[in-house]
């Protein structure tokens, strides 16, 4: 994910490859990231976070403690970064006890960011400013949207957009096996399957037309999108996909505890 947010904020020139230090264990891992964006990289996580305006954390959770141990070694300097964190079910609580003098900021990315097409929510901590927020905003409006929330609603955001990827990937798949089943070769399906998802969601964020009007267009009286459409209601789809996100929420919440 880290290095999603890199490759865009480059090609987007939010920031320029020698305005970036990048700070990453492995030597092999170094040498192939200096290469392949000409940024400067290091092993000494202090060093990053001594040289920039803003301390992007993207390590996975279980490393935070050693990360925040190597932050934190020497005496804090005049220089204080923002420091944005992706890391899933890191509270700004335990952020901003371990940055105490520094803007934090919490956000919560997903998948799709990898492709330019994320969904990331950003919670501020008590010490960000509106400048501060604007900057998280810029970084993450380089992988897709955006939208600020207060860090109550994380849970919820990452049992809608974080684990929502998977959700579709699974409607998808279950689709091009409908086309399957009625006779459909397997490549094609999957293709007419993928292209009605994409394109269903394109149509709705361009015109901006209510689902459910988008629905009603297309379901004529007694045709084919109504019988389809009775059965997914026969078969709770709507209710599936509420209890999903649902389910994914409370889970979220159990973790963070
Ligand atoms: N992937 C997603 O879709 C997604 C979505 C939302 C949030 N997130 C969050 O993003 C974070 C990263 O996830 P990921 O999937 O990108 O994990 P990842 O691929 O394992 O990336 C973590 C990176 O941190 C480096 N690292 C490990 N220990 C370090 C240390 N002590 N100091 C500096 N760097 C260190 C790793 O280097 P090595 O590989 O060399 O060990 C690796 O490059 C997680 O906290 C996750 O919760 C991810």
Redesign the pocket.
Known sequence: ??EAILSRLLDKKIYLANAVLL????QQ?RIFLEQKYQIQTTAD?QAAAAASEVLLL????Q?LD??IA?LTRKKPSSHQPIVIS???GVTLQKLEAAFPQQPVIRA????PATVGAGMTAIAPGTKARSEHVLKAKSIFESVGQVVEVPESLMDAVTGLS?SGPAYIAIAIEALADGGVAAGLPRAVAYQLALQTVLGTAQLLERSGLHPAQLKDRVTSPGGTTIAGVAELERNGFRSALIQAVKAAYHRSQELGK
């Not at 993207?58 to 959770?61: H, T």
């Not at 919560?108 to 998948?111: D, I």
């Open positions: 994910m880290g700070s990453e264990p492995q891992r996580n993207a390590v996975k959770p490393a050693t990360v190597n992706i890391l899933a919560m990315p997903n998948t974080g």
